[in-house]
C-alpha cells in the first residue's frame, strides 16, 4: 500500500530531531525557521517560504524582530504565521530581561547588551528606552521613553531624570537603536547625553553608560570616554 504521507513529513520529524539532539547549532537559520512555521501551516512543505524569508530579511533574529506589518506583506505568512514568528521574539526578549532583573547590571553586563540588542537592534524606527538601577546597581526597570523615526527620536531630559525620582533610582543607562545599522553617535546623540547627564547629576543620580545599538555591534559612551 502506497504512502499517503506528504514528502515533507518525514523531512519535519528528522528536522525535530536534529533540533533535539544538536540545539539550534545543529540547525541553519532557515531550518530553525521552519521548525517554528510548521505549527502555522501544518500542510506544506515550509522550506521555500523559511529560505526566502531568511533570503529578504537576512537572518533568523531579523525574521523574528521583522515589523508586523512588513510580514504581513510576505507572500505565503498568514496571520497564524505572523503570530508564531512574534511569540519567538517576544518569549526570547522575556528569557533575554529575566536573566538581568533585579540584578546587578554591571557584573552581568554581556547580557544587558544582549537584551538591549535583541529587542532593538532590527527596529526600522529608533527608539529610545532607560534602564533604572537601585543603590547596588541592580535593574529595577526598563522602559521604553519614545518611538521616533528612522534616524530621530525626541528625548526630554527632564522626563527621564523625573521618572527616575519616582523609582527612587540612583542610576541610570540610556540606550537607542541606530535603524541603519551603524552605532556611530551623532553630533545629537552626545549633546543629548551631556543634557541628561547634567539633569541627573545635579539630582544624585549617575548616568552609568548610554549604549547605541546597531546590527550586530553597539558603541558604549563609557568606553568611547564621551561621558
Request: net charge neutral.
Amino acid at each position: 500500500m502506497a504512502d499517503d504521507k506528504p514528502h515533507y513529513a518525514g523531512h519535519r520529524q528528522r528536522l525535530r530531531d536534529r533540533f533535539l539532539k544538536a540545539g539550534s547549532d545543529g540547525l541553519q537559520d532557515y531550518e530553525l525557521l521552519e521548525l517554528v512555521l510548521f505549527r502555522a501551516i501544518p500542510r506544506r512543505d515550509v522550506k521555500p517560504l523559511a529560505k526566502s524569508l531568511i533570503d529578504q530579511f537576512g537572518s533568523f533574529g531579523e525574521v523574528v524582530s521583522a515589523p508586523i506589518e512588513r510580514l504581513r506583506e510576505f507572500d505565503g505568512l498568514g496571520e497564524g504565521a505572523v503570530a508564531e514568528l512574534k511569540i519567538v521574539q517576544a518569549a526570547s526578549l522575556k528569557l533575554s530581561q529575566a536573566r538581568i532583573l533585579n540584578r546587578p547590571v554591571l557584573r552581568s553586563w554581556a547580557k544587558v547588551i544582549e537584551y538591549c540588542t535583541a529587542s532593538m537592534a532590527y527596529g526600522d524606527t529608533e527608539q529610545f528606552r532607560v534602564l533604572f538601577m537601585d543603590h547596588k546597581n541592580s535593574l529595577v526597570a526598563d522602559e521604553l521613553q519614545q518611538k521616533g523615526t528612522v534616524n530621530h527620536t525626541p528625548v526630554y531630559p527632564r522626563e527621564v531624570v523625573k521618572r527616575a525620582l519616582d523609582l527612587g533610582a540612583s542610576g541610570i543607562v540610556l540606550v537607542h537603536n541606530h535603524p541603519s545599522g551603524d552605532p556611530t553617535p551623532s553630533r545629537a546623540d552626545i549633546e543629548m547625553t551631556k543634557e541628561i547627564e547634567g539633569a541627573a547629576k545635579a539630582l544624585k543620580i549617575q548616568l552609568i553608560d548610554h549604549l547605541i545599538i546597531g546590527r550586530g555591534t553597539h558603541v558604549s559612551f563609557r568606553q568611547a570616554e564621551l561621558i
